[in-house]
């Protein structure tokens, strides 16, 4: 994952710490962070700090956060949402609308999900980062948003990024989760 900075872990934490207090004091201390990419190695390099970014504002919302420990729930909501859209923000900056609004449909459904308790963010996620601004998401979505069958996402992310990979951010994925 490219940065300016070489690390992109040092440049999500340091860009939230340069936008509040809040996130400073909410930052792990170095040691603690892990430094573990989940879906941005499915894909392209261009969209990794972005995903990760976004993944990091999701774990805030429904996980287990890897460089982060707000002290209260309103902290890590709110955090988590600065990273939604500052990574949305960084995928606008190297993609195209097509995979800011792939992203944008990504917080949304994964919001649904957990709200109905259904399973199939992962496959929402892999799909999503495999498959970024390429238009190919429409129909696997309103799959799993009707039937709930997040089969079609996971087939599309498996027959981009292929099997391991997908496999390893699968495995990864859970064990972030709460």
């Known amino acids: 994952m490219p ?4 690390n992109p872990w040092d440049t999500i934490v340091g860009e939230a710490g340069r936008e509040s207090a809040l996130w400073i004091a909410a930052a792990r201390p170095a ?3 892990e430094h573990e990419p989940v879906f941005s190695l499915l894909a392209e390099p261009r ?11 999701y774990l805030l919302h429904y996980g ?4 982060f420990a ?10 988590g949402d600065y990273l939604y859209a500052h990574g949305l923000v960084r995928i606008e900056q190297v993609g195209t609308v097509e995979a800011v609004n792939d992203l944008a449909e990504l917080i949304a459904v994964c919001a649904y999900l957990q709200a109905e308790q ?5 496959s929402v996620w892999a799909a999503t980062a495999a498959l970024l601004g390429e238009g190919a ?8 948003r009707l039937d709930n069958d997040p089969g079609p996402l996971e087939r599309l992310a498996r027959g981009r990024a292929g099997d391991d ?4 951010a699968l495995a990864a994925h859970a064990e972030r989760l709460r």
């Open 118 to 122: 259904i399973k199939g963010d992962a």
């Open 64 to 67: 287990k956060p890897r460089l």
């Open 70 to 79: 707000p002290e209260d729930h309103d902290s890590a909501l709110l955090l």
């Open 3 to 6: 940065t300016s900075t070489g």
């Open 137 to 144: 998401l429409d129909d696997a979505r309103t799959s799993l």
């Open 165 to 168: 990979a997908v496999e390893r």
């Open 31 to 33: 040691e603690e962070q």
């Open 47 to 57: 969209y990794a700090l972005g995903v990760e970014t976004i993944y990091e504002g």
